[in-house]
């Protein structure tokens, strides 16, 4: 069976300043179904997912938190390996 293709989301996010709000975006980030990993700094966020993780789901997760996404994009990280 192919394993499923990996996705990196590319989130550009309003109003992170300290390293409070990154811990507070990366634990809210955390609680999102398909993630595989995050690395947020200020102000924007690098996921890879594994297909589960929509747009819709990490802008909650952003506003759980107390931000905003100014921009979100999608990069295709790989094919499936069969």
Do not use: K, N, W
Not at 34 to 55: C, K, L, N, Y
Not at 62 to 73: I, N, S, T
């Amino acid at each position: 069976m192919a394993s499923p293709a990996r996705s990196r989301l590319i989130v550009e996010i309003d109003g992170m300043q300290t390293v409070h709000c990154v811990r507070a975006v990366f634990t809210a980030l955390a609680g999102v179904e398909g993630i595989i990993a995050a690395d947020v700094e200020r102000g924007r966020a690098t996921i890879d997912h594994d297909g589960r993780a929509s747009d819709a789901s990490v802008r909650a997760a952003v506003a759980l938190a107390g931000y905003a996404v100014r921009a979100l994009y999608e990069q295709r990280r790989g094919l499936p390996v069969l």
